[in-house]
């Protein structure tokens, strides 16, 4: 079983961040979905035993210019996951490229940000999860983040409001 905690658009709160984390210990992973990834880079040193992936977004140097890594792929208990901020494949304006680029990637959940508003959706037989903004929400919450489950295949979510 592998348990993940996925944030997004944590934009300078690192205090925040670390109070995220810290609540949600028992996890093997958290990954960074961009936009102040030197936020989690800081964070994260104070969780050495678990693991961190990380991709930069829009708000985060280089990104523009192909100089950070912006999408990552990796296999936990038989599920393929790709992992992006969201901003090169406008996901403002809908999932269908992120969903496509997932599908080129042999993906079936694609984790996504940039849009500060958290959701779940299965689309052409990919798991779409945005876990929203733990910095500055754009969906009427105090920011939220996502816990994902995986064991033997199966999945299981939870969108969770960040306790401040």
Known sequence: MLKILVVSDSHGNVNLLHDVVSANRNVDLVIHLGDHTADGNEVMRDFPTIAYLTVSGNCDIGSFLNKTNTEGTFTAEGRRIFYTHGHKYNVKYGTQYL??????????????????????????????????????????????????????????????????
């Open 99 to 164: 969903v496509s680029q997932a599908k080129i990637n042999n993906a079936d959940i694609a984790l996504y940000g940039h849009t500060h508003v958290s959701g779940v959706d299965e689309q052409n037989g990919v798991l779409v999860v945005n876990p929203g903004s733990i910095g500055f929400p754009r969906d009427g919450t105090g920011g939220t983040y996502c816990l994902l489950e995986i064991k033997d295949k199966n999945v299981k979510y939870e969108i969770k409001e960040v306790q401040r």
